[in-house]
């Protein structure tokens, strides 16, 4: 029965959390909720970095009727002093009397030292409960604070055969209206949306979030290795971070994009000239992207794939076929034996409009930052 009462007010403090999707970035989304004789007497959220975490509103609303509490929480309580004190304090000064975390804080600065810290002063600590749940609100949080990388999705919009693009480079559109307002709200969670300059040529996307309310617009990353790029493009000049990313060789004659106020980075070229993609995910996960979110052609995604830098694959198959000359999804070369099949996992498979969703787990995959 208790069993019972615990997860439920878990899975609140999951749905309280859900609510800092689009805004905590690169802070992690928590929830937190109090109880105490069986009354709900507090619901926190954290909304946005530097602002109050989850405990500290949730505490906020309690009052005096924190004391003695249950205390649910999606992750272990900060122990630092960040851009604000440590909730492990707070939840002891407010008197509590139980704590579940679901999950552990992966941050080098916390990392159990909260759930310590609750421990001493006497409090019940339960760990573990509705933990993926607890996981799945911040996979690139957890991924940046264990390995230095973001985690990175990429979105495909794909014909029934395969095909992102006709012969000619023509793609607008593949997938319906619905389909296309669901890629916003991924766009608007990510810390980053990440293309190529190929795509940018082609198509001139915004490659902005345009949900409504929600004001943080997420970096918008071109690779251009040759400066391809035309300076006037979109996604260069709309509102928002922007970081072009080419090779240390080119960033002399990048002057035309600082001039416009776009930031340039020069990675080391490798063998071949292109932008070292491992490199690039390391530099972003310094920069605190948390998700990246991939809107590319089938070089850049078949790079990424073959490097072993993807994540999750989030792909929409419209009901149509665009036959043999189109473009495929992934340019990966030397694929010749069905023992060289990339593998992955299939988690979630909807309608959205008329078109398919489905989401793949990347299972061969490399997180060595
Ligand atoms: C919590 N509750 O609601 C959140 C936590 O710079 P600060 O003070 O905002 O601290 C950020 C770190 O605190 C973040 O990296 C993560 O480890 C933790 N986030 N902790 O107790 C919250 N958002
Ligand atoms: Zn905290």
Redesign the pocket.
């Known amino acids: 029965m208790k069993k019972a009462i615990d997860k439920r007010y878990m899975a609140l403090a999951v749905r309280l959390a859900r609510r800092g999707l689009y805004s905590?970035p690169?802070?992690?989304?928590?929830g937190?909720v109090l109880v105490r004789d069986q009354q709900l007497v507090g619901e926190?959220?954290?909304k946005k970095?530097?602002?109050?975490?989850?405990?500290?509103m949730a505490l906020a609303e309690a009052g005096e009727q924190a004391r003695g509490a249950d205390v649910y929480?999606t992750?272990?309580?900060?122990s630092?002093?960040?851009?604000?004190?440590?909730?492990?304090q707070a939840l002891i000064a407010a008197g509590v009397a139980r704590v579940l975390v679901a999950q552990r804080?992966?941050?080098p600065?916390?990392d159990g030292r909260?759930i310590g810290d609750l421990e001493k002063a006497g409090i019940v600590v339960e760990t573990g409960l509705m933990a993926a749940a607890a996981e799945a609100l911040n996979p690139g949080?957890n991924k940046r604070?264990r390995s230095g990388l973001p985690f990175v999705r990429s979105k495909l919009a794909i014909s029934l055969d395969g095909r992102t693009a006709m012969a000619s480079g023509e793609s607008r559109w593949i997938t319906g209206t619905a389909a296309r307002e669901d890629v916003q709200r991924w766009r608007a969670q990510s810390c980053a949306v990440l293309s190529g300059s190929g795509t940018v040529i082609a198509d001139n996307p915004s490659l902005n979030q345009r949900l409504e309310g929600e004001e943080r617009q997420p970096l918008r990353v071109i690779v251009d290795s040759g400066l391809r790029v035309p300076v006037d493009a979109k996604c260069l000049n709309l509102d928002g971070p922007r970081l072009l990313v080419t090779t240390t060789d080119k960033i002399s004659l990048a002057g035309a994009y600082l001039d416009r106020g776009i930031e340039v980075l020069g990675l080391a070229p490798r063998p071949d000239g292109k932008v070292d993609l491992r490199q690039l995910m390391v530099e972003l996960g310094k920069r605190q992207i948390n998700e990246v979110m991939v809107e590319a052609g089938p070089l850049l995604n078949g790079a990424l794939l073959a490097a072993k830098l993807l994540d999750e694959l989030l792909v929409y198959q419209a009901s149509h076929v665009m036959g043999n000359d189109g473009r495929g999804m992934f340019t990966i070369p030397g694929l010749l034996k069905m023992d060289q099949r990339i593998q992955l996992e299939r988690r979630d498979l909807r309608i959205v409009g008329d078109d398919l969703r489905l989401i793949f787990t990347v299972s061969d995959k490399d997180d060595r930052g």
């Open positions: 905590t690169p802070n992690p989304r928590v937190c926190g959220w954290h970095t530097g602002g109050p975490h989850a405990e500290i929480l992750l272990e309580p900060c630092h002093h960040g851009q604000t004190p440590p909730c492990s804080d992966p941050n600065q916390v909260g949080f604070m």
